[in-house]
Each structure stands twice: as structure tokens, then as C-alpha cells.
């Protein structure tokens, strides 16, 4: 939805995906080797973060991965997807997270977005209204 988004306002689009062999189980920590792939990010003219919330937090992965970047030398948006029914439920806590990881590494943030997901039937609804608003700030 957001790459449909930004591609329709003439933006190129590249995905980088951040993938974990599997779960980290329980309270043990991140590290290198729990991921599949860590893309370096450099070149663009800006990135769009996305992560789902965890235990009322960003993603430990998510977490780990943001504070190993060298830098992030381009404005950023933020985008969060939780299961539970409001954003005080840890899209909040979650997107302050990212913005103070991504402000660390340099990045201006140009906005961010939560998509709640609690109701299966309203899904596709929040995702395009989150989508929306990250696409608005290009």
C-alpha cells in the first residue's frame, strides 16, 4: 500500500527486508546471528521504518537492528502494526522508540503512523488509512 502509494506520486521504491532465522524465544537477547538479513541503508533520499509492536515495545529485533546502523543520513517516516485494540497499548511507546533509535542515527523524523489490527474486518481499512498518512509525508 505504500510503495502503490509513493510509486503513484512518482517516488521510487526499493524494499529492504529485515529477516530472523526464527524467533528469539523468551528473554533471550538479540544478536547478528539470530538474522537472516541486515541490509546496509545508504543512497536513498528517504526511508519508511516498519515494525509490528512487541510486548508493548518496538520489536527487539527491530530495536537491535536500528542501533547497529552506522547512520541514517535521509528523513525518515515511522510505521508500527499492533494486534491490540488501541495505540496506549504500545503503538505509542513503540513509535517513540524508533523515532529516538532513528534520531540517534542522524535521521530527521518526518512523521509516523500505526495501523491497530485488532479487528480482523477492519484491517484493510487501518492499514490503507496508515499507509495514507505515510505516503502524505512525501
Known amino acids: 500500500k505504500i510503495a502503490a502509494g509513493l ?5 521510487e521504491v526499493e524494499f529492504l527486508k529485515v529477516e530472523l532465522h526464527g524467533p528469539v524465544e523468551g528473554s533471550d537477547p538479540v544478536t547478528d546471528a539470530n538474522f ?15 515494525s509490528f509492536v512487541e510486548a508493548f515495545s518496538l520489536n527487539r ?5 536500528l542501533g547497529q546502523l552506522d547512520g541514517v543520513e535521509a528523513p525518515a517516516a515511522c510505521l508500527t502494526t499492533q494486534g491490540l485494540m488501541a495505540p496506549w497499548m504500545g ?12 534520531k540517534g542515527k542522524g535521521a530527521s523524523i518526518l512523521g509516523s503512523a500505526n495501523a491497530v489490527m485488532f479487528k480482523k474486518e477492519l484491517r484493510e481499512e487501518r492499514g490503507q488509512k496508515a499507509a495514507d498518512v505515510i505516503c502524505g509525508l512525501f
Open 36 to 50: 537472516k538479513s541486515m541490509p546496509e541503508i545508504g543512497g536513498y533520499d528517504a526511508y519508511v521504518f516498519g
Open 61 to 65: 529485533a527491530m530495536k537491535f537492528y
Open 7 to 11: 510509486r503513484a506520486k512518482g517516488h
Open 91 to 102: 503503538a505509542n511507546r513503540a513509535q517513540r522508540q524508533m523515532q529516538s533509535l532513528l
